[in-house]
Every structure is written in C-alpha cells, then in structure tokens.
C-alpha cells in the first residue's frame, strides 16, 4: 500500500477530478504507441557511428502521441478526438470512482506521469540540441541551392544550423528545464521554464510550418497543466502582489521496502537511459563530426567539393549550356559523405518528410541527390536516388590533371551521357571560422 501525507487537505471538486482523470489518461496512453506502423520501422535502422542498440528509446521519445496520423504535424483534430476520448473515458471513470474519499493520491499518479510524459519528449530535443545534431550546418549543396527553392520550414532549420553556438545554447535551457520536471521541489520552476521555451517554438512551427507544430503544442499543454492548480496563488503573488505559497506536491510514501526500491530503481533507469546514456552516444556523434540527419557514410575525401560542367553529351550529342534545358547538368557537388548532387533544371516532388537522414533533400528542389559507393578498382560510381531508391545510375570515371573528373555512362532514364566537370574552388562567407 502506498499512502500520501498533505499539510493540507484538498477540496477537489467534480469538474476537477474529471479533468485530472482525463490527462492523466491522456498522459498514459500517449506514452504508448497505438499506430500499427510504428512497430513495422526499423529500430535498428544506423543512428550513431557507433552500435546504438537503445535506437528505439529514440523512436519512443519522437513518436506522435495520438491515435491518428501526425499529417506532418498538422492533425490537430485527431489530438484534440484524443483528448475528447479521454475526457469521456474520465467521466465513466468519475462515476464509478465517485465516492473515494482521497483523490490526492490520484493527483499523484496525474502528477508523476505528465512530469516524465514531458522528460521523455524534452530529453531528447535538449540533448540533439546541446551536441548539435538536430541542425546540422549547411551541406555544400545546400550553400549552392538558391533561396527560393527552399520552403519556409526547411529555411529555418538552416537559418538555425549556421548558428551552432545558439543551438547549444537553446539545448542547455531545454535540458535544464527538463532536468527541474524530474524533481518535484523543481518543477514548478522547470514547467515555467519550459512554458517559456515552447511557447515560441509553437509559434515558430506554425509560422515556418516546420512540420512539429502539433508535438511542440502537446508538450506545451502538458506543462501548463502542472500548473493549472496554482493559477490563484500565481495570480495572488504575481498581479495582486500579495504573498502567496505554491502546492508542494508530497511523493509517494511506501510502507514496503521493495516498493520504494522498485520506485528509485525505476527513477534512475530513467535518467540513466534517457539522459545520460542517450548524451553519451550525441557527444560519439558529434565528436565524429556526424549527425543522424545526414548520411554517416563517409565520401571520398579528395573529390569534396563544388564542381562546373564544363561539356555535356546526352546520347552522343553535346547539349550546350542553358538554364532552361531539362536534360543537362548545370554543376555537381561531391559532399564529405557519400553524396552527390546535380543541379538540373527538373520538374522535381517536394519531399517534406523530415526523418533520419532525410535533410539532404527535404524541403528542397533544384538539385538531386544520389547517395554513391565507389569500385576504385574498376573505376566506377554506382548511384542511388537518395529520394527515389528505385532510381539508379551506373558511371564509369576518370581523373583529369586539373582536379576534374570525366564521367560516362547511363542516367536512370537509359540515356548514354558523357560529362566533363571541372573543379572550383569556393569559399562560402557562412562557413568563415566555422
């Protein structure tokens, strides 16, 4: 049995009691993923540089806490059926539970799970954050793809990605707001804190449409819960300046030596996996110079680098440079990973999906983007789509004297081209002391 033990004694009314019933549910079943398609993922899908076997820890704290599809974000009517569920789930739960003399102890359990309902979420934003893996600095390809052809979500994260120092510094106030909602004596501090961070991160999803608007605002409701039952008192101390004392919610008080144990080891557990191992492995990451939004391949290192096409031949045929043409490349790019992008004048999807190593080509046109594997021996690049796997290209290549390349094969449409790229030597402001 576990009792609580309260310098005062709470008047819950009925509307209350339904309202802490109904979060808490929501509290509970939004820490479980109920989409069938979560469980078809790869959990083991590369992560880190190194073995990460705790990859679905990850999966866990980025998954959409509602019954129906996250449509990018955007699915506010399934989060708010949710939360109407629950509420009728709550008044059932009311009337049968109706007569139960110390509803404290229910205020507890609403308590404890909405605190680490946000830890879990917040822990892992903070964390790719204060290794900055979330927002990686601009690819070379993205310092060569023209304003106008980014969205506006796409912009922001790049707009946030030249600034790692800011990056770091918003994961350090995020994690210390995260750390304060693990202790009760803090966390009325950490939910303010947290208020204050959410709040412009909502209005920044919506404004650049971001693509998280939905996930930012569900932790955001959950931390102005927690402090709903001071609203008076912070009224009281804050606008009519009188002297006012906020609700120290007591911790659980058990009688069973294993029950307190269990409830301690399950704590640091917590931290453990979530905070402290998971920033273990960001810091391999960043140490390595990676991020999971990016490929972890490596590239060849000598190729790295903003190149001109200086001739192009499609079916034999030299096709002369234009800006209108669809066919001709304009230039490639070799990144530092295994990547290369051509920048081609084409009809091109909006990929607006932003997953693990996904940032190369979401929320982007203008240039396309292969993922490569190279046979030194035989002297050939073999060629993914890194947006459509089913697209391929085969090319055979060979060294110029003056730090070119000659490429010839076929491209994904069965055509033979031949391609001379020259390589130039670009310095780009952003990256200056980077």
């Known amino acids: ?13 009925t509307y209350e009691k339904v309202s802490v019933r109904a979060f808490l549910i929501f509290a509970v079943i939004t820490f479980i993923p109920f989409n069938p398609e979560f469980y078809k993922q790869d959990f083991n899908a590369g992560f880190s540089v190194t073995d990460y076997p705790w990859r679905w820890l990850d999966v866990i704290s980025q998954n959409s806490p509602w019954f129906f599809e996250s449509k990018e974000g955007h699915n506010y009517a399934g989060w708010f059926i949710t939360l109407g569920i ?3 789930a709550a008044v059932v739960w009311e009337l049968f539970d109706k007569r139960r003399s110390n509803f404290d102890n229910i205020y507890n359990w609403f308590y404890t799970v909405i605190r680490y309902q946000i830890v879990l979420r917040m822990s892992w934003f903070a964390i790719a954050k204060f290794f900055p893996v979330q927002m990686p600095f601009p690819t070379i390809s993205q310092l060569n793809t023209n304003l106008g052809d980014f969205t506006p979500g796409k912009l922001y994260w790049l707009t946030t990605g030249v600034a790692p120092f800011f990056e770091v510094f918003a994961g350090i106030f ?3 707001a995260t750390i304060l909602l693990l202790f009760r004596r803090t966390t ?3 939910a303010i804190m947290m208020i204050a961070i959410l709040l412009p991160i909502w209005f920044v999803n919506i404004g650049y449409n971001a693509g998280v608007e939905l996930a930012s605002m569900h932790i955001l409701v959950l931390s102005v819960v927690l402090l ?3 609203a008076p008192k912070f009224w009281q101390i804050l606008i009519l300046h009188k002297n006012g004392a906020l609700t120290y919610v007591q911790p659980f008080v058990f009688t069973a ?15 453990f996996l979530f905070l402290i191992y998971r920033g273990y492995e960001y810091g391999q990451l960043y140490a390595a110079g990676k991020t999971f939004k990016l490929p972890l391949d490596t590239g060849v290192q000598s190729l790295a680098g903003f190149y001109n096409v200086a001739e192009f031949k499609l079916n034999n045929k030299p096709v002369p440079y234009s800006l209108a043409d669809t066919n001709r490349w304009q230039n490639v790019i070799f990144e530092k990973f295994n990547s290369i992008s051509i920048k081609v004048n084409r009809k091109q999807t909006v990929y607006n999906t932003n997953k693990v190593r996904t940032t190369e080509f979401y929320g982007t046109i203008g240039r396309v983007y292969y993922g490569y594997h190279i046979d030194t021996a035989k002297k050939v690049f073999y060629l993914n789509n890194r947006a459509d796997t089913a697209s391929k290209l085969i090319l055979h290549y060979t060294k110029t004297n003056s730090s070119g390349l000659i490429l010839s094969g076929v491209n994904e449409y069965k055509d033979s081209v ?14 200056t002391g980077k």
């Open 188 to 190: 009325t501090l950490g």
């Open 228 to 230: 709903v039952r001071d």
């Open 1 to 13: 049995m576990s009792t609580l033990t309260y310098s005062n004694t709470t008047v819950w009314k």
């Open 174 to 176: 995020e994690l210390t």
């Open 86 to 88: 629950t509420f009728l």
């Open 257 to 271: 030596n294993w029950k307190r144990n269990t409830g301690l080891t399950v704590k640091v557990a917590f931290i």
């Open 418 to 431: 031949f391609v001379v790229l020259n390589k130039t030597d670009k310095h780009y402001l952003l990256s």
